[in-house]
């Protein structure tokens, strides 16, 4: 199979790209190495990769319409998954301009290149953060979602919109999914997870919002890895919906997707998991609530189930233990 992934340098795309690989796939990976956070951990990344038979790697910004046209035409894939996103929901609080054109822009160039070149499958990446302040728990993929609480959930359900657009225009198969807070070894340095680590290995204070009163449905990126590819052949079929809870539309072959623990996890257990992996206690600097941050996000992996047979289910305590050690072996603390 020939697979072009966006975002192949970030920390989902690096291992799916991984994955596809070592199943014998092709895979052509784009990604703009913006210096969101350290370049040198995405070059490490695209490092292991090009070590891979069958990989090719282009470095451009999506919203290049052209370079994508060359790639598209010169290694015309079968299935496109779409990772390449700008992410993080505090930067967006300073850098809000940085998602509409990675994350708006971007995804309408994908869309605009399938439209002339068409794919048998397209997956899209969106977030649990579509859900806002949305209540009832657990999260269902059914559930109406107009409330973002913040400019990432905005322009992720706006690319939802334009992907189900497209679909039913032009009958291009897609599946978004809803990622529920993914953590694991190569990680982002901007994230929860990686930021305690470090600062706990390093003696530093870590910051803990909402003086740690939130739940996150805590999701481990080998599990991610192993929904998305088997979500692959589930190609959506108008009309063909496979359970009650499909979210499938009725205007073209377009769904969305959770892809969750589906067991939400105190954030103080996961610092204490942290801890535990560490060996050493945090410092604690307990703050008030972050600005469009949610209390609490749980998935219903039901139609993950319905469609693949699947979901995933490793506990935080082997999850943490393998990011901690990957930490340790890749900066040598």
């Known amino acids: 199979m020939k697979v072009l992934v966006t975002g192949s340098a970030g920390f989902i795309g690096f291992h799916v790209s991984r994955r596809l690989l070592e199943a014998g796939h092709a895979v052509a990976g784009i990604d703009a190495m913006v210096p969101y956070y350290d370049v040198r951990l995405k070059q490490a990344r695209h490092a292991q990769l090009e070590r891979l038979p069958g990989f090719t790697s282009h470095l451009f910004d999506l919203t290049d319409a052209v370079r994508l046209a060359e790639v598209m035409a010169a290694e015309p894939p079968e299935v496109v998954i779409h990772l390449a996103a700008q992410a993080g929901v505090r930067y967006a609080l300073e850098h809000p301009e940085s998602y509409i054109?990675?994350?708006?822009?971007?995804?309408?160039?994908?869309?605009?290149?399938?439209?002339?070149?068409?794919?048998q499958h397209l997956l899209m990446?969106?977030?649990?953060s579509a859900y806002g302040?949305?209540?009832?728990?657990?999260?269902?993929?059914?559930?109406?979602?107009?409330?973002?609480?913040?400019?990432?959930?905005?322009?992720?359900?706006?690319?939802?919109?334009?992907?189900?657009?497209?679909?039913?225009?032009?009958?291009?198969?897609?599946?978004?999914?809803?990622?529920?807070?993914?953590?694991?070894?190569?990680?982002?340095?901007?994230?929860?997870?990686?930021?305690?680590?470090?600062?706990?290995?390093?003696?530093?204070?870590?910051?803990?919002y909402n003086h740690g009163r939130m739940e996150r449905d805590f999701t481990y990126v080998d599990d991610l890895v192993t929904a998305i590819l088997r979500l692959v052949d589930c190609v959506p079929e108008a009309g063909r919906p496979v359970a009650a809870c499909d979210s499938l539309s009725q205007a073209g072959p377009f769904r969305?997707?959770?892809?969750?623990?589906?067991?939400?996890?105190?954030?103080?257990?996961?610092?204490?998991?942290?801890?535990?992996?560490?060996?050493?206690?945090?410092?604690?600097?307990?703050?008030?609530?972050?600005?469009?941050?949610?209390?609490?996000?749980?998935?219903?992996?039901?139609?993950?189930?319905?469609?693949?047979?699947?979901?995933?289910?490793?506990?935080?305590?082997?999850?943490?233990?393998?990011?901690?050690?990957?930490?340790?072996?890749?900066?040598?603390?």
């Open 101 to 119: 054109h990675a994350n708006i822009q971007g995804s309408f160039a994908l869309l605009e290149a399938c439209k002339a070149r068409p794919v």
């Open 125 to 128: 990446a969106s977030t649990s």
């Open 133 to 208: 302040a949305n209540t009832a728990m657990p999260f269902k993929e059914t559930d109406a979602v107009a409330s973002p609480l913040n400019i990432y959930a905005a322009t992720k359900m706006a690319t939802e919109q334009m992907g189900h657009a497209y679909a039913a225009l032009w009958r291009q198969p897609v599946t978004m999914f809803r990622f529920f807070t993914v953590y694991g070894p190569w990680g982002r340095p901007d994230m929860a997870f990686f930021k305690f680590t470090d600062a706990i290995l390093r003696g530093r204070t870590i910051d803990i």
């Open 256 to 333: 969305i997707v959770n892809i969750g623990n589906a067991q939400p996890v105190q954030l103080l257990d996961f610092i204490a998991e942290i801890e535990r992996a560490c060996g050493r206690e945090a410092i604690r600097n307990s703050l008030p609530m972050q600005p469009g941050e949610v209390l609490k996000t749980w998935a219903d992996t039901s139609l993950l189930q319905a469609l693949t047979g699947y979901c995933p289910s490793t506990g935080i305590e082997a999850g943490i233990a393998a990011f901690v050690a990957w930490y340790r072996e890749h900066y040598g603390t």
